[in-house]
C-alpha cells in the first residue's frame, strides 16, 4: 500500500518582480545583484518619480522602499499613494528600509501596509531572508 505525496508547486523565483527604491546607487545596486543572484527580478529607481511610473504599470511581487530620500517624497508617502491608486500593487507587499536606528515609528509603517522594516547598515543575507519571508507570506 504505497502512497505518494504530491507538492504544490511553487511559482518560480525569476517569474517574482521587485521594486527596489534606493537613492543610493551603490547600495541600489549591490541589493538588485544580490536579489538577481538569487533568481528574482528586479526592476530599480533611483528616485521617487521612476519608481512611481514602474509601480503604476507593472505588479510587483515585493516593493521595497527607502524611507529617506534625498530631498523628495520617501518610501511611506510613496506607499501610501499607491495603495490609494487602486494601480496594479495597490495590494501589493511592502518593506520598508531605513537608516535611523529608532523605531518607534515601525507602528506608522506597519500600518501603512509595510510588512516589515529592515533597518540599516543590513547584511545581504539578512534581507534575503526578509525578503524570502515575505514573499512566502
Request: charged fraction near 25%; glycine fraction near 14%; hydrophobic fraction near 40%.
Amino acid at each position: 500500500n504505497a502512497t505518494s505525496t504530491v507538492k504544490a508547486k511553487k511559482p518560480a523565483m525569476s517569474a517574482v518582480r521587485i521594486l527596489v527604491l534606493e537613492d543610493e546607487p551603490l547600495i541600489a545596486g549591490l541589493l538588485a545583484s544580490y536579489l538577481t543572484d538569487r533568481g528574482l527580478r528586479c526592476d530599480v529607481a533611483l528616485d521617487v518619480e521612476r519608481a512611481r511610473e514602474l509601480a503604476g504599470g507593472t505588479a510587483y511581487g515585493l516593493m521595497l522602499f527607502d524611507l529617506t530620500m534625498a530631498g523628495e517624497t520617501g518610501g511611506l508617502e510613496l506607499l501610501r499613494e499607491i495603495r490609494r491608486s487602486g494601480g496594479p500593487n495597490a495590494g501589493g507587499k511592502a518593506m520598508a528600509m531605513t537608516g535611523h536606528a529608532v523605531t518607534e515609528g515601525d507602528g506608522e509603517l506597519l500600518q501603512a501596509g509595510f510588512r516589515g522594516v529592515v533597518h540599516k547598515p543590513f547584511s545581504m543575507s539578512d534581507m534575503g531572508k526578509l525578503v524570502t519571508e515575505a514573499l512566502r507570506s
